[in-house]
């Protein structure tokens, strides 16, 4: 069973600081990661995606990979209320045909 | 404009009552999906399709059908459904199941089963 685990929050953070959203996994042949971002009742919608080692940057959001521990992360700079929603992680699995397998997200919420 | 689109967005019905969501995209992607999603167990795979009438099974089939006749749709099916099956849906595609690729959602669809 191909895993993606991520604490479930909520993560509270006041607005202007850096929140900081984990996910590991839970086979090494994993190769994608993908950042989502959900409001209540709506759709998740793409924030970024990462397959290198390292860190990979878009405007306030950083994901980071480290391949070698299974985990990857995204950091989010001079958070702000609007950004309060649930991150979904997800990892793309390409043992026995490509998987793509999501964890149960985090919520955050950012105090104005 | 590129959509995913899924009809409709909220369904009430009453156990045994067959009903089909249908679920169109006009991006030409090969890859579509079906998830449900309920509280505190994200979003969870019912069924997938890589190409047209090559469909397989996610992590929860049981007492869902699909089918891929054409490349743009990808509705799916419950015949007989259940108050267990009461959840939001999302149907998703992509241009293929690769790294650099990620899903597109629609809109979702509520449905509570009496």
């Known amino acids: 069973q191909k895993e993606v685990e991520q604490n479930s929050g909520p993560l509270s953070v006041p607005e202007g600081a850096i929140a900081s959203l984990n996910c590991t996994y839970s086979?090494?042949?994993?190769?994608?990661f993908f950042w989502y971002r959900q409001y209540s009742g709506k759709s998740p919608e793409l924030i970024m995606f990462i397959y290198s080692n390292g860190d990979k940057e878009d405007g306030r959001f950083t994901a980071q990979l480290n391949k070698a521990s299974q985990y990857v992360s995204l950091l989010i700079r001079d958070s702000q209320p609007s950004d309060s929603a649930t991150y979904l992680c997800a990892v793309i699995y390409w043992e026995y045909g490509n998987k793509l397998v999501f964890g149960a997200g985090t919520i955050l919420r950012v105090k104005s | 404009e590129a959509q995913v689109t899924q009809n409709p967005r909220y369904l009430i019905t009453v156990t045994g009552k067959k009903l089909t969501v249908t679920c169109s995209q006009n991006?030409?992607?090969?890859?579509m999906s079906w998830y449900r999603q309920d509280p505190g167990l994200g979003l969870r795979q019912i069924y997938y399709?890589?190409?047209?009438?090559?469909?397989d099974k996610g992590d929860v089939p049981e007492g869902y059908k699909v089918s891929r006749k054409e490349k743009r749709n990808f509705p799916l099916i419950l015949e007989s459904p259940s108050p267990n099956q009461t959840s939001l849906y999302f149907c998703?595609?992509?241009?293929?199941?690769?790294?650099?690729?990620?899903?597109?959602f629609g809109n979702g669809t509520r449905l509570t089963v009496t």
């Open positions: 399709s890589m190409n047209v009438e090559v469909t």
């Open positions: 086979d090494r042949g994993s190769q994608s």
């Open positions: 991006m030409n992607h090969e890859y």
């Open positions: 998703a595609s992509s241009p293929g199941l690769n790294y650099n690729s990620p899903l597109h």
